[in-house]
Every structure is written in C-alpha cells, then in structure tokens.
C-alpha cells in the first residue's frame, strides 16, 4: 500500500499535447508541475468553463462564451490525461 505522501511527490509527465492542428501540437502540458497543483487549476478551469457554458446557453448571439469554454474543457482534458498517464505509470499503481 502505498504511503499518504507519495501522491504528493508526484509530478506531471509532461507528454500531452493539446490545440491540434494540421496534426501538430500548438501547446503541451508542462512537466514538473504537482499533481496536487495541477489539479486544482484544472478545478478552477472547468468552473469558469461551466459558467461560460451557461452564459452561452442562455443568451443569443454568444459562441464567444461556447468557444472559450471548449477552449478550457481541452485544456483541462490535457492536465488530466498527463495526471492519469503518471498515475498509471509503472512503480506509482497501488497493485
């Protein structure tokens, strides 16, 4: 079993690109950052993506709201996808 503090020694990978196009990464999750961090931005991203999603739900004429909340959802699908690659990584599974 794995000790309490050893979630919060881990660190992202920094092996996920996000923004794609014409099959190249325009951006990349950045290594070395907590996972604990890492994730808590990512809470704070979904949120704001959740209230611009509503704003454009609600009012005409505002896919300004609908793109950057699609924006934010890909951003934080990155920091997730790179948390879960570290989490299930060989050496850091609770097997």
Do not use: C
Request: aromatic share 6%; glycine share 4%.
């Amino acid at each position: 079993m794995n000790k309490p503090s050893h979630l919060h020694d881990l660190k992202t990978a920094g092996l996920t690109p996000f923004s794609i196009h014409n099959d190249q990464a325009l951006f990349r999750v950045n290594s070395g950052v907590s996972i604990h961090e890492a994730l808590s931005h990512v809470s704070d991203l979904l949120h704001l993506s959740k209230m611009l999603a509503e704003d454009a739900a609600m009012e005409r004429k505002t896919d300004r709201y609908a793109w950057a909340s699609h924006y934010l959802q890909e951003m934080s699908k990155a920091v997730i996808d790179d948390v879960v690659k570290v989490l299930e990584a060989p050496g850091n599974n609770r097997d």
